[in-house]
């Protein structure tokens, strides 16, 4: 696959970005299975560990397309209209239409979530503001908070903008309004998403030297991880424990870095890899890396999808093994659902099963949306 396709696409992106969002729906079925968010088994850990390339790549790529689109449209105040534009609608879709397809309830009294849309929202906003200035200095902006904001001390507060900034929590609108529960903060994402941006700049080089870099930019990522979290002095507020006799134990507690706000070794263990998997993906070309890109060319469409899709499969598989819809389906997930009714636990077979019949399903759905969207775009679905 070369890296450029048609309409000034790159092919390597979209194939990377459908990859991670693949690994999203096993996630979030996981999140309708009641499988817990890791575990001491290899199964169940790795279930989950491998969904946290998603958020770093999802949100690291969507500045890399802002960069792309910028350059297709030569204008710096079309893209920041985009952005502000696109920002704003995502943030407005993430406490409506998502929250709903996450709870299939309206209890908006008690429960909304400002998850990763929410933050691409607001990155992107942020993005219109920087994009004004040179490649080199929107990078340099997105390398210090990368890399500088585990420097913030942890701690507790109940000041609403510094929940939204960096750490996260609850925060109660008005007395007798509903919480919003931030999961997602503005450090270092907004950073992420800068970061990203200026890396467009390499799909300008030529196809070889941009190869030699991306080795270079995913190996040193990927050895300074291994470095900061051997010495244990930055980059992450966790703790490994080396255990020569359980080495299982050693290499769980040694992966388990914080995502909440997202620590420098998180980053790092994430986005590293995936850069060291673009300049493979530049040239190959399969049934599979086929079936990515159809996902990759329409992100957006599919996260709307797949939530839906999946709490619905979730309501199917409960009417066929007990005959009935159990009501911890239309809980507050995915932050605050009730506790699971006894022997509710699906399998991880099970879980993988499902989301494979989900990807299916996604996929005739976004080859049409994809096909529709390149030949008669209607002007909201650039948006979308």
């Not at 590293?272 to 329409?298: C, H, K, M, S, Y």
């Not at 939530?307 to 159990?326: C, K, M």
């Not at 006894?342 to 949306?369: D, H, I, K, N």
Request: one cysteine or more.
């Amino acid at each position: 696959m070369t890296a450029c396709a048609s309409a000034g696409r790159v092919a390597a992106i979209d194939v990377l970005r459908g990859l991670v969002v693949v690994l999203m729906a096993i996630d979030h079925v996981r999140v309708f299975s009641a499988v817990p968010a890791g575990g001491p088994s290899p199964g169940v850990f790795f279930t989950r560990w491998i969904t946290h390339f998603v958020a770093p790549v999802f949100v690291f790529l969507a500045g890399t397309a802002a960069y792309l689109y910028g350059r297709k449209v030569g204008d710096k105040s079309a893209l920041a209209k985009f952005l502000v534009t696109r920002g704003l609608l995502l943030v407005l879709l993430e406490l409506t239409v998502i929250r709903i397809s996450w709870t299939f309830n309206l209890d908006y009294g008690t429960y909304m979530l400002a998850g990763v849309i929410w933050v691409i929202g607001w990155s992107m906003v942020a993005l219109a503001a920087l994009a004004f200035l040179p490649p080199k200095a929107v990078a340099a902006f997105g390398l210090v908070m990368i890399f500088g904001h585990n420097v913030i001390p942890w701690v507790e507060t109940n000041n609403w903008l510094l929940k939204i900034l960096y750490y996260g929590g609850d925060i109660k609108l008005g007395a007798n309004g509903p919480s919003l529960v931030i999961l997602y903060t503005l450090i270092p994402w907004v950073g992420v998403m800068a970061a990203g941006y200026a890396f467009g700049t390499l799909y300008e080089m030529d196809p070889a030297r941009r190869r030699r870099l991306l080795f270079k930019l995913g190996g040193s990522a990927v050895a300074l991880f291994v470095v900061l979290r051997v010495v244990g002095v930055y980059g992450d507020p966790s703790t490994w424990n080396p255990n020569p006799v359980d080495k299982w134990s050693t290499l769980r507690t040694f992966l388990s870095t914080a995502k909440y706000p997202a620590s420098l070794q998180f980053l790092l263990m994430t986005l590293g890899p995936a850069l060291l998997l673009l300049p493979t993906l530049e040239r190959a070309r399969n049934r599979v890396t086929d079936v990515l890109e159809v996902f990759g060319r329409v992100p957006m469409f599919y996260y709307l999808l797949h939530i839906p899709l999946i709490h619905v499969l979730a309501i199917i598989v409960s009417l066929s093994r007990t005959g009935s819809v159990t009501p911890w389906l239309f809980g507050n997930h995915p932050m605050w659902p009730p506790e699971p009714p006894a022997g509710y636990r699906w399998s991880l077979a099970l879980l993988y099963a499902v989301t494979a019949v989900a990807e299916v399903l996604l996929y005739f759905a976004c080859r049409w949306y994809g096909r529709a969207k390149a030949t008669s775009p209607r002007p909201w679905m650039k948006y979308i």
